[in-house]
């Protein structure tokens, strides 16, 4: 069984790891920092529900090696809260009832992170393009993309 | 402090959910746990001739391999018609024939591929209509032997597992009487539940004897029940714990993957085996929404008054009916949906076919026959020259009619009428609207599907603070039940909301019972198990106080946390743990509130007429309408926007409501205009077992405006007067969008989902843009026959000239 040594950052915190090379980052995250915040919906880079935020972008970890991250900064959905104080997004999914189930959520934040981190103020529109990849069974999205509007710069306190 | 009831409070499952704390079941990861997999069949019909299990067990790190003569057991919620592994033969591709546990998940995916199996193959039949006839073959030669419910007509030595009828006044003589006769024909196919979280459980079976299950279900306790039955062992030697559910929509009711885990699980005692389904297998090896053939003939008068219908359903159970066999009774019982007909002929058959397992879906039956009968309506409405909307006041249920199978509707089972208004007024039904684009309406009624003596209970336990923590097992499958039981029951007790503490994930050894979460059932009948646990402990300290005041308990008045009588009082916080005078000695202990609910009387429906004067709790009413254009150019259609209003009762808590009605129209819209599992008529293989083939709306498919709005016409029997919503929101959508699409193009289409290739295909047949009147429609989108001899629907152009 291959192993490379990866040494990245984890939610603030750096850390150096043998992995195998077969492993993907999801279930790097899941099983071997057991992060289970991040969620498995499809495996297949379709459902988004496995989104962190690599290097800054949201990326789909179930479609990312292990072995690739390497020198990079990961952000999961526990570290949005990981001051102890719940970040914006967090409080505006709870105020606007953009939650249901919740296995889409820690995904669906995550990429609404990046995407608020990138564009403070985003149009509806680019929201609707920003969580595109996310799918969400229950809610049918409109109080998610109210919640991340409300969570955006522009957004009502 | 009656303020929780109403409220737009957050959820209390809020913060688990954003925190990424809540754990669902993969998320449990047992030290030591196997991986268990999963060898499904790769035929639609065949005979197992052998199975050869010797090399998989040989393989270094397998630790059971067990196939069907290992467990010879059948499992079944309605009609036990199911073995845990397929036995003599398979019936559909994707059924679990045999399964591994190992110590991870390469080496079980290495000892599936080292099972050996030999089948003979067998004629499969993928249509029901056909697997109808004594030609067809017979999936299930045994059918006269299998155990079903009381409410349940199977047919012996054939292939219909459960035939529901309708015979309600004298059709013949009303069809003989009617101005016009229209009868038409329309399709559903099967759709799949896909939720976000895939079906997943983990077993453990010790030495004791003890099995304990963690599970994606939502029903804790009939999974522990039908384990109990399928391995023949005492309930009480099985425990069930149901974690969060990432979306359920009615896949995860019943009993699924679960004894399969248990049967690994017994083979390696101590070991917990995890099952995890992969996408793939989500697809199509559980469970499938069924697919339904319709036909439907009315007959009305020259008013508009439907005097006469026949409605067929034929539903394609596929191989498997141990749940869909009550969706047949559910749309036996709702046979012509939201509407007054004195002369009705209903038929609802199951039948078996080598299709994947059809079973619960959000709705129940109700958003498949609705596909048919509100474009009837729709149909009627236009062959009449009656606007749509009046139309359906002419002939929806109201105060004074009776439903199909002779109930009595009053002024307290809900108000259609005023939904309709509702949805008309927010839409500007009437107003004008540019070319190819156009409005489209649909009505809804559902009634929780269930069996009569479906029982919920709850228990409200008191802290030494005057708060409680409150248990019932209704499943938080993403519905909102946790925060709606616990407005509930803050506004029974009359303290605030943040003093109840819901303990509501179950865990079948400490929850109280719950029969199952399904049916859009729980705001109703365990929110009644809520009230009726909190009235019971706020008797209990009445009785209490009494005792310190010496006075009767009737005399005792309770309000706003605080027991008195007359200038005499005492807080609830002195009272709920034992109340101790001041020189000590103490009165009571603490206070544990118990309720249950099962709804009265409910009468089975006659089985050779369908008649029952009360078939089930209650009906929820409700109308949604859709506004929406239609590119010419490419077929594709933009939803401007959905509105929907249903008679809820009561709203408990507008947000999560308002979230109901949202989630619902979009996968309302998806089922409408996207999906469809398509089933390879040769091999019998799904075509499109992934999200990359099987399209669910994304955030740029959803409408561009979505509204709701509720009207509260109090249940008598309902907690605050509340009943159930959280299916209805998709039921009327895919008609209402083709009812729209009809508006705006002339295409009728009555084959489940509107695609753009169907309504192109439909608006080139009808070939609007040319003078001929002649052309007929390419595409089988309309059947209708019709007397007086006036030309078929869909080749006229009246409605487009109309405008």
């Keep these: ?157 | 402090m009656k303020n929780s009831v109403g409220k737009r409070a957050q959820r209390v499952d809020g913060l688990a959910k954003v925190t990424g704390c809540a754990k669902f079941v993969a998320d449990l990861m047992p030290g030591g746990a196997l991986c268990a997999k999963i060898l499904h069949s790769p035929h639609p019909h065949a005979e197992i001739v052998s199975i050869d299990t010797t090399a998989a067990e040989k393989l270094p790190g397998v630790k059971a391999v067990i196939c069907g003569r290992d467990y010879p057991l059948h499992t079944g919620l309605y009609h036990v018609d199911q073995y845990m592994f397929a036995m003599e033969k398979v019936r559909y591709v994707g059924e679990p024939v045999a399964a591994v546990a190992a110590l991870d998940e390469k080496t079980a995916a290495q000892a599936i591929d080292l099972i050996k199996v030999r089948y003979r193959k067998l004629k499969p039949n993928f249509d029901p209509i056909h697997g109808m006839k004594k030609s067809a073959p017979l999936i299930h030669p045994n059918l006269h032997k299998y155990f079903h419910v009381s409410a349940i007509n199977p047919v012996p030595h054939t292939n219909i597992a459960n035939h529901f009828k309708i015979r309600k006044g004298d059709p013949d003589s009303a069809f003989k009487k009617s101005f016009c006769i229209i009868e038409n024909r329309f399709h559903v196919p099967q759709i799949q539940h896909v939720p976000m979280e895939t079906h997943g459980a983990i077993a453990l079976a010790e030495q004791t004897g003890r099995i304990t299950v963690w599970s994606s279900c939502q029903s804790p306790f009939t999974v522990r029940y039908l384990m109990a039955n399928c391995f023949k062992r005492e309930i009480g030697d099985i425990r069930v714990i149901a974690p969060y559910v990432g979306g359920g929509f009615g896949c995860k009711a019943g009993i699924n993957i679960e004894p399969i885990t248990v049967a690994l699980a017994l083979k390696c005692p101590g070991r917990h085996v995890k099952l995890i389904l992969t996408r793939e297998e989500e697809m199509y090896t559980v469970v499938v929404r069924q697919a339904c053939h319709i036909r439907i003939k009315s007959g009305v008068d020259r008013t508009g008054r439907i005097l006469a219908q026949e409605n067929e359903y034929i539903w394609d159970c596929g191989a498997y009916a141990g749940y869909g066999v009550n969706i047949v009774r559910a749309a036996g019982y709702s046979i012509c949906g939201a509407y007054n007909i004195d002369n009705l002929k209903g038929d609802s058959i199951g039948v078996y076919t080598n299709r994947p397992v059809g079973s619960a879906f959000r709705g129940f039956g109700m958003s498949e026959i609705h596909w048919a009968i509100e474009q009837q309506m729709d149909i009627l409405a236009h062959e009449l020259g009656i606007d749509p909307v009046e139309f359906r006041h002419i002939n929806a249920l109201k105060p004074g009619s009776h439903n199909a199978t002779g109930e009595l509707v009053t002024v307290n089972t809900g108000n259609i009428h005023k939904c309709l208004d509702q949805v008309a007024a927010d839409l500007g039904w009437g107003k004008k609207l540019p070319k190819y684009r156009a409005l489209g309406i649909a009505l809804a009624q559902k009634a929780p599907a269930m069996p009569n003596n479906a029982t919920s209970s709850a228990v409200v336990k008191f802290n030494e603070n005057g708060g409680v923590e409150l248990l019932f097992s209704g499943m938080e499958i993403g519905q909102g039940v946790m925060t709606a039981m616990a407005q509930i029951c803050a506004e029974t007790l009359e303290i605030p909301l943040e003093k109840v503490t819901v303990v509501g994930l179950p865990d079948t050894d400490y929850s109280p019972y719950e029969w199952q979460t399904v049916a859009s059932r729980l705001t109703f009948s365990c929110g009644n198990a809520v009230k009726k646990a909190a009235e019971d402990a706020i008797c209990q300290m009445k009785i209490i106080s009494a005792g310190i005041f010496k006075v009767r308990a009737d005399d005792v008045v309770y309000k706003n946390g605080v027991f008195s009588h007359k200038n005499k009082s005492i807080e609830l916080v002195q009272i709920c743990m034992g109340y101790q005078f001041t020189d000590g000695h103490t009165v009571g202990g603490a206070i544990v509130g118990r309720g249950h609910f099962t709804a009265e009387g409910c009468i089975n429906c006659d089985p050779d007429t369908g008649y029952s004067p009360k078939p089930v709790a209650n009906w929820t009413f409700g109308a949604q309408g859709v506004d929406l254009s239609v590119c010419p150019e490419t077929g594709r259609i933009t939803i401007h926007k959905v509105s929907c209003t249903y008679d809820v009762g009561k709203v408990i808590n507008p947000l999560t409501i308002e979230g109901q009605a949202y989630g619902g129209i979009v996968q309302g819209m998806g089922a409408g205009i996207m999906e469809q599992l398509i089933v390879d008529e040769q091999t019998g293989m799904v075509k499109n077992p992934s999200l990359v083939d099987y399209k669910i709306p994304t955030a740029l498919d959803m409408p561009e405006e979505m509204t709701a709005s509720f009207v509260e016409t109090a249940q008598l029997d309902g907690p605050f007067g509340a009943r159930g919503v959280g299916e209805h929101t998709m039921i009327p959508t895919p008609a209402a969008i083709a009812n729209a699409v009809y508006h705006a193009t002339g295409v009728r289409i009555m084959d489940l989902p509107v695609t753009p290739e169907k309504i192109l295909s439909g608006m080139h047949g009808l070939d609007f843009d040319s003078k001929d009147s002649n052309a007929k429609p390419e595409q089988p989108v309309s059947r209708s026959k019709k007397k007086r001899g006036r030309p078929p629907l869909y080749a006229k152009k009246w409605d487009r000239v109309k405008r």
Excluded at chain 1, 8 to 16: A, D, H, R
Excluded at chain 1, 96 to 108: D, I, L, W, Y
Excluded at chain 1, 112 to 118: D, E, G, P, R
Excluded at chain 1, 142 to 152: E, F, G, L, R, Y
Aim: glycine letters at 10%.
């Design chain 1, 1 to 157: 069984m291959n192993t490379v040594s990866v040494t990245f950052t984890i939610n603030g915190e750096k850390e150096t790891r043998q992995v195998r090379t077969d492993m993907t980052l999801l279930k790097f995250i899941r099983e071997t920092l057991l992060l289970t915040g991040t969620k498995e919906g499809c495996g297949e880079g379709e459902c988004g529900a496995c989104t962190v935020i690599m290097n800054g972008k949201a990326v789909h970890s179930c479609m990312v090696l292990a072995a690739e991250i390497d020198g990079a900064d990961i952000q999961t959905v526990e570290s949005l809260a990981g001051s102890g104080e719940l970040d914006k997004l967090q409080l505006k999914f709870m105020e606007h009832g953009a939650v249901q189930c919740g296995f889409c959520t820690p995904g669906m934040l995550m990429t609404a992170k990046a995407l608020l981190n990138s564009n403070p103020n985003p149009t509806k529109a680019q929201i609707k393009e920003a969580i595109a990849g996310n799918l969400c069974r229950c809610t049918g999205y409109k109080q998610i993309i109210a919640a991340i509007q409300d969570s955006s710069r522009g957004g009502r306190k």
